[in-house]
T-cell receptor, first 115, second 113 residues
Framework: GAGVSQSPSNKVTEKGKDVELRCDPISGHTALYWYRQSLGQGLEFLIYFQGNSAPDKSGLPSDRFSAERTGGSVSTLTIQRTQQEDSAVYLC?????????????FGPGTRLTVL | DQQVKQNSPSLSVQEGRISILNCDYTNSMFDYFLWYKKYPAEGPTFLISISSIKDKNEDGRFTVFLNKSAKHLSLHIVPSQPGDSAVYFCAASARGGNEKLTFGTGTRLTIIP
């Protein structure tokens, strides 16, 4: 079956511009997560969705970052007024979360480069 | 504050031998542990997991060991194959909450033919 998809795969933008990153989770998965991996770092949690609500936004690094999820499916991560330190690979993951301990399945990521 | 640590950034192993990747954690609330494998330009792929009620889980060539008292887990791959060359991430979560994963910084495994 189809896995998690993300678009675009690569995004180059100028400092100060806004960007939108999209995630299509596996059909039926209620939980959706955004992570990012900066150069030489591990994956860093950003935000968690259960259905359309985001009970945990604790990982968002600043108020320039926001995310939404509609219809319990597609999610969009928006970064306003991008800065060079926002350059990273942004990864989305989904899980069924029917019970505890469900595996998270990752998409291929969006590589964001802020010039 | 790095709650999940992979202290070896790289490891080289001869094909056919055993690869052992290590991971340490500090948060005693973690009760579910996973290993992911990542190739360049791809997302992490789930490999194997273990719950804190177990000390070993095996799946084919992959075995994960958990030592709760030492807050240490390891991934054993035997026999190692060239296709195993990738970056391996250890991750942990506390079940019952949002189950967000806390990742280590990864170990790059290279299998030498």
């Amino acid at each position: 079956g189809a896995g998690v998809s993300q678009s675009p795969s690569n995004k180059v933008t100028e400092k100060g511009k806004d960007v939108e990153l999209r995630c299509d989770p596996i059909s039926g998965h209620t939980a959706l997560y955004w992570y990012r991996q900066s150069l030489g770092q591990g994956l860093e949690f950003l935000i968690y969705f259960q259905g359309n609500s985001a009970p945990d936004k604790s990982g968002l690094p600043s108020d320039r970052f926001s995310a939404e999820r509609t219809g319990g499916s597609v999610s969009t991560l928006t970064i306003q007024r991008t800065q060079q330190e926002d350059s990273a690979v942004y990864l989305c993951a989904s899980s069924p979360q029917i019970r505890g301990g469900d595996t998270q399945y990752f998409g291929p990521g969006t590589r964001l480069t802020v010039l | 504050d790095q709650q999940v640590k992979q202290n070896s950034p790289s490891l080289s192993v001869q094909e056919g031998r055993i690869s052992i990747l290590n991971c340490d954690y500090t948060n005693s609330m973690f009760d579910y542990f996973l290993w992911y494998k990542k190739y360049p330009a791809e997302g992490p792929t789930f490999l194997i997991s273990i719950s804190s009620i177990k000390d070993k889980n095996e799946d084919g060539r992959f075995t994960v060991f958990l030592n709760k008292s030492a807050k240490h887990l390891s991934l054993h791959i035997v026999p190692s194959q060239p296709g195993d060359s990738a970056v391996y991430f250890c991750a942990a979560s506390a079940r019952g909450g949002n189950e967000k994963l806390t990742f280590g910084t990864g170990t790059r495994l290279t299998i030498i033919p």
